[in-house]
């Protein structure tokens, strides 16, 4: 089946704790992408990545770290969390061409303490 | 910056009506254009897309788009509300000025169905 896998689904840590969320795709995508989801503002794009080894911002980058070491992994990291990163976050991956849709994974709450 | 408009943040229909969640976009060229659904707890599902070519534009489900260039819109239209259709909303906008890799959301709007 084809899919976008994020884990953990759910976190509850505290300010400061280094954390990962790891993303596994199992499509050959080239392109793939975290969002962030918060009441109100919709999705906004923290980093996206168009092939091994290519990565760039998007709209919320701060705070955030991301490496794309083969293609079907793009794990998120937060070096040290705050209470603002307090959010739901998506990996989604896709065809390179910018006319193709996005195949989210289920999603990750994180809640920082 | 591309910016995608969605409005109202909630909408609410009886089964069987007609369902109209507008979405406005800003760009100085056409644009790639998505809808997308969010069930709870649930990742985003791809609705539809218009990317060339007819501007009306069929999806899943019997919902449909029509891109309308000069009002700079994709409104997403379904004929007669289900149950089901009850869940969050979501336009997007590929960024072709960065080669399309960057994606911009509207804020969503959250469709209601009453019995």
């Known amino acids: 089946e084809a899919q976008v896998t994020q884990n953990p689904r759910y976190l509850i840590t505290v300010t400061g704790k280094k954390l990962t969320v790891t993303c596994s795709q199992n499509m050959n995508h080239e392109y793939m992408s975290w969002y962030r989801q918060d009441p109100g503002l919709g999705l906004r794009q923290i980093y996206y990545?168009?092939?091994?080894?290519?990565?760039d911002k998007g709209d919320v980058p701060e705070g955030y770290k991301v490496s794309r070491k083969e293609k079907r992994n793009f794990p998120l990291i937060l070096e040290s969390p705050s209470p603002n990163q307090t959010s739901l976050y998506f990996c989604?991956?896709?065809?390179?061409?910018?006319?193709?849709?996005?195949?989210f994974g289920d999603g990750t709450r994180l809640s920082i303490l | 910056a591309q910016s995608v408009t969605q409005l109202g943040s909630h909408v609410s229909v009886s089964e069987g009506a007609l369902v109209l969640l507008r979405c406005n976009y800003s760009s100085s060229v056409p644009p790639y254009l998505f809808w997308y659904v969010q069930y709870p707890n649930q990742g985003l599902q791809l609705l539809l897309k218009?990317?060339?070519?007819?501007?009306l534009v069929k999806g899943i489900n019997g919902f449909e788009a029509e891109f309308k260039k000069s009002e700079t819109s994709f409104h997403l239209t379904k004929p007669s509300a289900h149950m089901s259709d009850a869940a969050e909303y979501f336009c997007a906008v590929s960024d072709i000025n960065t080669g399309g890799f960057k994606t911009i959301f509207g804020a969503g709007t959250r469709l209601f169905v009453k019995a």
């Open positions: 218009y990317t060339t070519g007819a501007t």
């Open positions: 990545s168009m092939n091994v080894e290519v990565t």
């Open positions: 989604a991956s896709g065809r390179t061409n910018y006319n193709q849709p996005q195949h």
